[in-house]
């Protein structure tokens, strides 16, 4: 059973007058995680906005559950795909069951606010990802892995099959680090299907069904993460030499290799 | 799923900082109400005329023992004078609320965007033509909307920098672009008949509101407010930024460009009968927020009894310190900018 929930057919992205990449072809199914690896400025971010609907595609198109996104209202858009961002701090100091609720927003008329079971569904979002105590507190006092979560919480309760991280790791110390990659490992054997980009190829191991390298322009490879991260594709794409290491405990490790 | 989570919206079973709970808000907001009412009716004893509180009942019910002269007092002058600083001190403060959530600086208000002056120039160039109030309303309103419209797209053109010191930097150019051309207007103006009034518009003051001029402008007051209360949900969402809001489903320009459009609305249609009146958007946002936190449901409410509160106090100070009436505009510049450098003093911490 492989439904696709989001792919993209020959996708050009970038901004008026400015081509990152072309050519894009992504499927990504129910359930599954896909890691896109790329060096700075190749375009993770640039893909992450053309597949929310942000930003515009240069060509061809992308698609949710089969419905070509260009057609669909934003309310529609947000109820099939949910954007994660990086950990930010906000500009107010919202209550953490706030911002969570404010996940809720696509499922709501255009004048209404949260009712009980918006609440409902943004506590047990905030249980899930085991911060349920964090709920009263404010989002700008509570630490940047918190914070995280909570924005994981968020796009949880607006209950999307489909959800979009784009560094979830990044400016994460290394225990929360391992803490989130664990929860994407948690939501996607619940059906959830993850998109999410890093810097760390490990992480496509740890977490990883599929694995896209976005470089040069385009898709340089794209697979499993298996056969995509090899020592001589990370050297290619990052310009660093790296074993690939296979650990006692059946892990899967990339492990520089110094020259000094 | 803990059991307390399916109690209703009023009780809120979240541990946290009191500031930020629901049951917490609702009791501050109705003590808040009490005290503003209760400052509306003692304002009205307060003045060169003292009335007693049984004089006042006496006029309002038309009683027989009426003195007359308290109640003209009072009908004519007091009352109306009352409910402009009610209505004055409300919509900036909803209009200070809307602005720096939407452009998600705790800085901006009506004053450093430059809508207050904007809406200055409209009013000044309506009262330079000579034209009616509905007139020098509509102008203020344009100009409050102009000067918006070209400050967040200098703002957002200008792109690399620090975003939220380009805004205040662009508002305090076309702030003072607008100055400019008042000063022009004044030049020009007849001395005799029409100076007087602008100087009294740019200073700000409520000492010759009639009944008609607030009757007049609580229309538009309203058509602006009714946009904000529908709207608060999103306004919180898109306080977020324009991307986030529209990743959790929101028509992020449309719904901005409604409210920024309500919020001018109410700004200019009570810079109309109050004239230029700074730094109450600005101080009262905050104080709200520091209250009841950013949640527009609470915020929203607090703001504009404060901001009623308050303009309330500082008009009553106004009419009866002195001989003389003091300057609205100056009064609260009095009180508002030591708070601002208070605020910048204690950092982001103070924003929030």
Redesign the interface.
């Known amino acids: 059973m492989s439904e696709t929930v989001l792919e993209t057919r020959k996708l050009g992205i970038g901004y008026p007058g400015h081509a990152v990449g072309r050519d894009i072809e992504i499927e990504v199914n129910r359930g599954q995680v896909l890691c896109l690896l790329g060096p700075n400025g190749g375009g993770k971010t640039t893909l992450f906005k053309t597949m929310l609907g942000l930003l515009s595609p240069q060509a061809g198109e992308v698609r949710l559950d089969g419905a070509p996104l260009a057609r669909l209202p934003r309310a529609e858009v947000a109820k099939r795909i949910a954007y994660v961002p990086q950990a930010h701090t906000a500009h107010f100091p919202y209550r953490v069951i706030d911002m969570v609720l404010m996940g809720r927003t696509a499922h709501l008329g255009a004048f209404a606010t949260p009712g009980p079971r918006d609440r409902e569904m943004a506590h047990a979002a905030l249980e899930t990802l085991g911060i349920a105590d964090l709920a009263g507190h404010e989002y700008t006092r509570i630490s940047g892995g918190q914070r995280q979560l909570a924005l994981v919480a968020r796009a949880l309760a607006q209950d999307s099959p489909t959800l979009v991280m784009d560094e979830p790791t990044a400016s994460l110390d290394f225990g929360n680090q391992v803490l989130v990659l664990e929860r994407v490992r948690q939501l996607a054997a619940t059906g959830l299907s993850i998109v999410l980009s890093t810097h760390d190829p490990d992480h496509a191991f740890t977490c990883a069904d599929r694995v896209a390298i976005l470089s040069g322009g385009g898709i340089a490879a794209y697979g499993p993460p298996a056969r995509i991260v090899t020592a001589k594709r990370l050297r290619d794409v990052y310009g660093v030499d790296v074993r690939i290491e296979k650990l006692s405990g059946g892990q899967t490790v990339c492990v520089p290799s110094f020259s000094v | 799923?803990?059991s307390g989570?399916?109690e209703?919206?009023a009780v809120?079973p979240?541990?946290?900082?009191a500031a930020?709970?629901t049951g917490f808000a609702a009791s501050f907001i109705a003590i808040l109400a009490a005290i503003v009412a209760a400052l509306a009716l003692a304002a009205a004893t307060i003045g060169a005329y003292p009335v007693t509180f049984a004089q006042m009942i006496a006029a309002l019910t038309g009683g027989e023992t009426t003195d007359q002269t308290a109640a003209t007092v009072l009908l004519q002058v007091r009352l109306p004078r009352i409910a402009a600083a009610l209505l004055v001190g409300a919509s900036l403060a909803a209009a200070g609320a809307v602005y720096q959530?939407l452009f998600?600086?705790?800085l901006v208000s009506p004053d450093i965007l430059g809508v207050s002056t904007g809406a200055g120039l409209g009013a000044v160039l309506g009262i330079f033509l000579s034209l009616p109030l509905a007139f020098i309303q509509l102008f203020a309103f344009i100009g409050g909307l102009a000067t918006v419209a070209l400050v967040y797209v200098i703002a957002s053109s200008v792109r690399g920098r620090e975003p939220v010191l380009v805004l205040v930097l662009a508002g305090v150019v076309v702030g003072s672009l607008a100055g400019a051309m008042i000063s022009l207007l004044k030049v020009l103006a007849d001395p005799y008949d029409q100076l007087p009034a602008i100087t009294f518009w740019l200073l700000g003051s409520l000492a010759s509101t009639r009944a008609d001029d607030v009757l007049g402008v609580v229309p538009a007051v309203f058509i602006g407010l009714v946009p904000l209360v529908?709207?608060?949900?999103?306004i919180?969402?898109l306080?977020?930024g324009d991307?986030?809001a529209?990743?959790?489903?929101?028509?992020a320009g449309r719904v901005r460009i409604i409210v920024v459009a309500a919020a001018t609305l109410m700004t200019a249609s009570v810079v109309a009968i109050s004239g230029v009146i700074g730094w109450v958007g600005l101080v009262i946002p905050h104080i709200a927020?520091m209250v009841v936190?950013?949640?527009f449901?609470r915020l929203l409410p607090t703001s504009m009894l404060m901001g009623a509160g308050y303009l309330l106090l500082v008009d009553t100070l106004a009419r009866t310190m002195a001989q003389v009436e003091t300057p609205l505009g100056i009064l609260t510049a009095i009180l508002g900018a030591p708070f601002f450098l208070w605020l910048l003093a204690r950092g982001r911490e103070g924003?929030?």
Request: net charge positive.
């Open positions: 799923m803990t989570t399916r209703s919206r809120d979240t541990p946290g900082s930020g709970s959530g998600r600086n705790p529908l709207l608060r949900w999103r919180n969402v306080s977020l991307e986030e529209r990743a959790l489903g929101v028509e927020r936190g950013p949640n449901d924003w929030s």
